[in-house]
């Protein structure tokens, strides 16, 4: 099967999530070794990648997270965003008020 690129993506990153090896992804896509590694952005000089039959992508694929993966991805955005307006330089006070937030949000529910 094939699989489209996302920016973000790496191949040994994608050799994690499919639960292949990742020189088996460097031969069936013609790619040298060193993408696993030294030169990663060789990967992105294409748009897709053929997969092999073994990949696992049914119980792997991260674009339909757990409602909890959801959940905290959406914290770590809170935070994030609250750093960047605020300023805050510590991550921990930021993650504190979102906390804090949190718990008021389902507490008046």
Excluded: M
């Excluded at 030169?39 to 294409?46: A, S």
């Excluded at 674009?63 to 991550?91: F, I, S, Y």
């Amino acid at each position: 099967s094939q699989y489209y690129l996302k920016r973000t993506d790496t191949l040994q990153g994608l050799a994690l999530r499919f639960g292949v090896d990742g020189r088996e992804l460097c031969k069936l896509n013609n790619l040298p070794f060193s993408t696993l590694s030294i030169t990663p952005h060789l990967l992105h000089t294409r748009d897709c990648i053929l997969l092999p039959l073994s990949a696992k992508t049914a119980s792997t694929d991260l674009n339909h997270p757990t409602p909890d993966e959801q959940r905290r991805r959406e914290a770590r955005r809170a935070e994030k965003r609250l750093q960047v307006v605020t300023k805050e330089a510590d991550w921990r006070v930021a993650r504190a008020y979102v906390a804090l937030a949190d718990d008021d949000a389902e507490h008046s529910t």
